[in-house]
């Protein structure tokens, strides 16, 4: 067997540091992570939070943050600080009812979540990844890569946590689906790695969570999502819906993005990972859905209506974020909370 590359161009930076927050509840959680003390917050001041905001998004974020690498500074312990915990619930509480809302009306069978995404749309207007692809500019593309830095830097990680609440054939398809995401035993093949390579030929910093305070609630929200889905075995079915979504609408928006990225001259480790993305997802979505959608409602089928609302949550943020994004770049402005210095 050949032994894995060594993987020399790893950003050094494996904890993030810690941001600033974006109101009272984030603020609360910074500064409990901070000095090691609960979080102080006004009583009712989550009811009250909106739920698509950027405060109770930075606060999900921060909280859901130590169940990864956590922070520069903050002890692991915080992990599993009860304080913490009761305030994560209650956020968690606040945007799962929020997502519920605005999803009541879903599609609640697989066939019906999933029919619209195997077809090709015939108009692409709404699409970011068409809108770069035909017009797109280089620091548009930076900016994109910028904020999706936050998702792809952590690519596949939430999603292993469904594993050991799979069973057979789902458990075997969903395993497999993961060797590729994390490289096939080869460091420097790891999908977040490919995205690091490709934020660097951009002239972007490839450290983790590096932009997380540039990052609007749309896109925290994308991220939070498949956190709120991986940490609870009760949404296992809804994790199995997002990872679904994302596997079936990413090989046609990769092949746009490689284009886009060719087009603007913006290196070969951008447009190597697109490329990538293009073939890799190609095989996953048959995988995922006639193996890893398949057995799981073979052996769980009342968790059809999760699997359909994962999927159905997913294209409802990347929604939300594509209009973000759209709009903020109609005006001549950044999409980001504050725009990136010049390479």
Known sequence: ???????????????????????????????????????????????????????LQLALY????????????????????????????????????????????????????????LVEPVDLSGSLSHRLETEGELWQLREYAALRSLYHLKEADPHLWVVPRLTG???????????????????????????????ADLDLDPGYGRYLDRA?????????????????????????????????????????????????GAGPAAEHFYAEHVEADAVHEQVVRHEVIAGLLADEPDLESDVAFGCAATLLLEDRLATHIGQAWDQGRSALLSPLPRP
């Open 1 to 55: 067997m050949t032994p894995p590359s060594p993987d020399t161009t790893a950003p050094t930076d494996s904890r993030p540091r810690l941001v600033a927050g974006q109101g009272e509840l984030s603020c609360a959680v910074a500064e409990a992570l901070r000095s090691g003390a609960p979080p102080v917050h006004a009583t009712g001041s989550v009811l009250k939070a909106d739920p698509w905001g950027e405060d």
């Open 62 to 117: 921060l909280l859901y943050e130590l169940h990864y690498r956590g922070f520069d500074g903050v002890d692991d312990e915080r992990e599993w600080d009860p304080d913490l915990l009761r305030l994560r619930q209650a956020l968690e509480t606040r945007f799962l009812h929020a997502l519920r809302t605005e999803l009541s009306h879903a599609p609640r069978s697989v066939e019906e979540a999933f029919a619209p995404l």
């Open 169 to 199: 054939r789902a458990k075997a398809a969903m395993a497999a689906i993961e060797y590729d995401e994390f490289g096939a035993g080869r460091a420097d093949r790891i999908h977040a790695r490919l995205f690091a390579d490709l934020m």
């Open 216 to 264: 609007p609630a749309p896109l925290l929200a994308t991220v939070n999502l498949m956190s709120l889905f991986g940490l609870h075995r009760a949404l296992r079915g809804a994790l199995v819906g997002h990872f679904a979504c994302v596997e079936v609408t990413s090989s046609p928006g990769s092949r746009r993005m490689a284009k886009a990225v060719r087009r603007c």
